[in-house]
């Protein structure tokens, strides 16, 4: 009988670490390429959405130019068609019909619908905004024993005369989209969280969340802060 052949231990080892060394560069690889790579194509989502509108008016007055030549022309056209919007839009005249075409459009039966939800989900997400979310908080959602941020828009009174809380429940990566549910006030613990925050943590999956939060009192009265929320410390 033959005795049985061993395998190196020092030739495992070393095969084990270059394996481990491989794929540790692989993965560090991937970690720098895939944000750059979702960056670039979401700038390219933007080049092409910025100069679709431009790309057809230019193309009969250019005549023969190259789609390059032609995405670049359409680019600084579609800028600089910006650039004059928010030029008119600081001037009492710009305002003016700014409020009027706006008028229009909200007496026509669907567009209305369309464009003052547009507007509004633009208005709550702009910066300095006066109609942003009101506050971050803590809901149990989808159901029973577990629980999800949200962010409070306004109050409601139901027929029982209850206090109605409108929070919106983002969904993630994209904060933009979500359900709008309306919980009784017992239901809502408000956090310290800034708002800011709570859309970093949507928009990164709970990667960019705070280590830990408490619950503050509501506003804009101040209220006796709810015992249950009691069960929420260290979510």
Not at 211 to 217: P, S
Not at 229 to 235: A, I, L, Y
């Amino acid at each position: 009988m033959q005795p049985l052949k061993m395998k190196n231990p020092a030739k495992q080892s070393v095969s084990g670490r270059v394996g481990i060394h491989i794929r540790n560069r692989l993965v560090s690889g991937l970690l720098v390429l895939i944000p750059l790579v979702i960056t670039v194509f979401i700038l390219r989502l933007l080049f092409n959405w910025l100069t679709a509108f431009a790309r057809p008016l230019l193309r009969p007055w250019l005549g023969e130019v190259s789609e390059t030549v032609l995405a670049l022309i359409a680019l600084v056209v579609t800028v600089a068609g910006l650039y004059v919007v928010g030029v008119v839009t600081t001037h009492f005249i710009g305002r003016r019909l700014i409020q009027f075409g706006e008028g229009v459009l909200l007496r026509l039966p669907i567009v209305k619908t369309i464009y003052s939800a547009s507007k509004q989900v633009v208005d709550a997400f702009s910066v300095g905004s006066k109609t942003t979310f009101e506050a971050v908080v803590v809901v149990e959602y989808p159901r029973r024993g577990t629980y999800t941020i949200g962010f409070v828009t306004g109050t409601i009174i139901d027929p029982n005369e209850r206090k109605l809380y409108a929070v919106f429940v983002a969904t993630t990566p994209n904060p933009t989209s979500g359900f709008l549910i309306l919980f009784p006030e017992e239901d809502v613990c408000f956090t310290d969280i800034p708002v800011e925050d709570g859309v970093k943590m949507i928009v990164s999956g709970g990667m960019l969340a705070p280590k830990r939060f408490g619950h503050r009192v509501r506003e804009p009265e101040p209220e006796p802060e709810n015992t249950s929320c009691s069960s929420h410390e260290g979510h």
